[in-house]
């Protein structure tokens, strides 16, 4: 991808920064035809310098990756990826919740209910969806959406990309807790196919909540745990820091690779290089590709065999084997 100075720019790609400002001040240059070839090797210069840098993040930089404001958010998966799209509002119980998006639509050759976490753009967005921190309303609206796909035997297909649902008084007072269990209970039983992606964040019961289906898998250069970095820090070192925040990202094992290699996910996504805010649409026909294979798989089994297998996939987290040494 071209360089665009409208990429924010993390603090570990300043190599990276610097080779587009060398790039950007040749080709303003009035003999810049003449320096095609400097040009050139530049960029392949920056291009390599990219592929290390995101080849060898440490887990809280792929953190910061996940959050960077220009990465893809469900409503731009959604825009470049389903087809004949219908937005469904409401939980039929209190009202509708920003924060989590359903609707119908068509991915490849299936019609699908597409349901996800929505954080927004702009500042105005960004408080309207309580930046992705979803209410029970959002829950509960995503739950009677599964629901209405399970009725008409549509998939499932869940986008998660939450710090975490919204924990302050008025989601507690609506049950907050309760929307997020029953969630995890009924998708447990629901007899229609369930994919979910991590996004980007995938933060405790908040990506738990849209997140029991029967392929788990994650982008490249997202985030999945019981907890934040920072709020792990808050609560193991009484202060988040820099130097806290790094060393429970690295204790947390939150990166795709970590979530794979524990048996938490199924497969990775990946993402464009230097991740997928630097080519969103690169990132998108990734996705689709990814979530066209796994319905073409799941779709071949039967309603007892997913419940029942989707079950024995959550009963078998955290399962070790423990061996009594030989003297």
């Known amino acids: 991808m071209t360089p665009s100075t409208e990429i924010a720019s993390l603090p570990f790609e300043t190599p990276v920064k610097d080779l587009d400002t060398q790039i950007a001040t040749l080709q303003a240059r009035e003999d810049a035809a003449t320096l095609a070839d400097e040009i050139s090797s530049l960029r392949v210069s920056r291009e390599e310098l990219l592929r290390k840098?995101?080849?060898?993040?440490?887990?809280?930089?792929?953190?910061?990756?996940?959050?960077?404001?220009?990465?893809p958010q469900t409503a731009d998966y959604i825009?470049?990826?389903?087809?004949?799209?219908r937005e469904l509002h409401g939980d039929r119980r209190y009202g509708d919740d920003a924060a989590m998006?359903?609707?119908?639509?068509?991915?490849?050759?299936?019609?699908v209910m597409v349901i996800g976490h929505q954080k927004g753009r702009t500042t105005e967005e960004r408080i309207l969806c309580n930046f992705g921190c979803a209410h029970p309303e959002g829950y509960r609206?995503?739950?009677?959406?599964?629901?209405?796909?399970?009725?008409f035997g549509l998939p499932i297909v869940t986008l998660i990309d939450t710090p975490g649902a919204y924990p302050g008084m008025g989601p507690e007072e609506r049950g907050q807790a309760e929307a997020i269990a029953v969630n995890m209970r009924d998708m447990s039983q629901l007899?229609?196919?369930?994919?979910?992606?991590?996004?980007?964040?995938?933060?405790?019961?908040?990506a738990l909540g849209i997140g029991v289906a029967d392929r788990v898998d994650m982008m490249q250069f997202a985030w999945y745990s019981?907890?934040?970095?920072?709020?792990?820090?808050?609560?193991?070192?009484?202060?988040a820091n820099e130097q806290t925040n790094a060393s429970a990202a690295h204790s947390l094992a939150l990166?795709?690779?970590?979530?794979?290699?524990?048996?938490?996910?199924?497969?990775?996504?990946?993402?464009?290089?230097?991740?997928a805010h630097r080519d969103p649409q690169a990132a998108a026909e990734r996705l689709e590709r990814h979530l066209v294979d796994r319905l073409h798989e799941v779709s071949r089994l039967n309603?007892?065999?997913?419940?029942?297998?989707?079950?024995?996939?959550?009963?078998?987290?955290?399962?070790?084997?423990?061996?009594?040494?030989?003297?």
Request: with cysteine.
């Open 79 to 85: 825009n470049r990826i389903c087809r004949d799209f």
């Open 53 to 71: 840098i995101y080849a060898g993040l440490d887990p809280v930089d792929v953190v910061k990756v996940a959050r960077h404001p220009n990465r």
């Open 141 to 151: 609206k995503a739950l009677a959406k599964m629901k209405l796909a399970e009725k």
């Open 191 to 206: 007899t229609t196919p369930i994919i979910s992606v991590v996004i980007g964040e995938g933060g405790s019961g908040g």
């Open 303 to 327: 309603p007892r065999t997913l419940v029942e297998s989707r079950y024995e996939k959550f009963r078998r987290m955290g399962r070790i084997l423990e061996t009594t040494p030989t003297s």
């Open 101 to 111: 998006i359903t609707g119908l639509g068509r991915i490849g050759p299936f019609k």
């Open 226 to 239: 019981v907890i934040s970095p920072e709020g792990c820090a808050a609560i193991l070192w009484k202060e």
């Open 255 to 275: 990166t795709a690779e970590d979530n794979l290699r524990n048996g938490i996910i199924d497969s990775i996504v990946e993402e464009p290089q230097g991740g």
